[in-house]
């Protein structure tokens, strides 16, 4: 797979994201040095689009290895691969998100993430850490979405952020979202598959200029 064959839609931020990407989260995780094998390895046949998140696990390996891919000549610079993450639910707060994102530069060991979602609408405590094994007594009553994305459009003007978005959003939260975001999202990446194809969803995204994005593509280990 040559970087030439993998076709990029521009964003609503006038970024351009490559419309193949790897994503990498896995259940057991593999050890990080293995990770880091297996993200280089797919940068020298052709990946530049990657998907992590601050709960997976993988940011660390992830930015080693595209600097591991630098050294080696295999891309030129960072500029090359388009990085996605997530802020994680137990910091779905105003005063936590920019420390979040910092946090996950710090891993990655960059100064900026291509692009950054609210992994899902709703707040955890603090303890839910994992976006393996939270349960409903996890969830607080109220979330602020309003102040949660002023934040994250604060994270896209100072420039560590190109583009943010959401992640398992529905047509409902995304209609209480367009009502006070003066960034608009530019992606909404929710489970998407030949067999639910999130047809109403979709398109109430094409109407108001948010990409969708699919996780789980070829559907999930064991589903039927």
């Known amino acids: 797979m040559g970087t030439e064959q993998i076709p990029e839609v521009v964003l609503n931020s006038g970024r351009k994201m490559p419309l193949i990407g790897m994503g990498t989260f896995a259940i057991p995780l593999p050890p990080p040095h293995h990770l880091t094998s297996i993200f280089v390895d797919a940068i020298n046949v052709g990946y530049r689009h990657f998907d992590t998140a601050a709960s997976y696990g993988s940011e660390e390996p992830l930015g080693q290895a595209v600097a591991e891919a630098i050294e080696r000549g295999l891309i030129k610079s960072r500029d090359e691969v388009f990085i996605t993450s997530k802020l994680w639910c137990n910091c779905n707060h105003p005063d936590l998100v920019l420390p979040a994102l910092k946090n996950t530069l710090g891993k990655l060991g960059m100064e900026y993430v291509d692009l950054y979602l609210v992994h899902f609408p709703v707040r955890l405590k603090k303890e839910a850490v994992s976006c393996v094994g939270f349960g409903e007594e996890d969830i607080l009553p109220s979330w602020d979405m309003k102040g949660t994305w002023e934040a994250m ?38 489970e998407m598959n030949a067999a639910w194809q999130q047809e109403k969803l979709r398109e109430y995204c094409r109407e108001k200029g948010i990409h969708v994005s699919a996780w789980s593509p070829l559907a999930a280990n064991g589903a039927s």
Do not use: D, H, M, W
């Not at 398992?168 to 909404?188: D, E, M, R």
């Open 153 to 190: 459009e604060e994270c896209c003007r100072l420039g560590l952020a190109k583009s943010i978005g959401v992640s398992n959003f529905s047509c409902k939260k995304l209609s209480q979202l367009l009502q006070y975001a003066t960034i608009p999202p530019a992606v909404n990446q929710v």
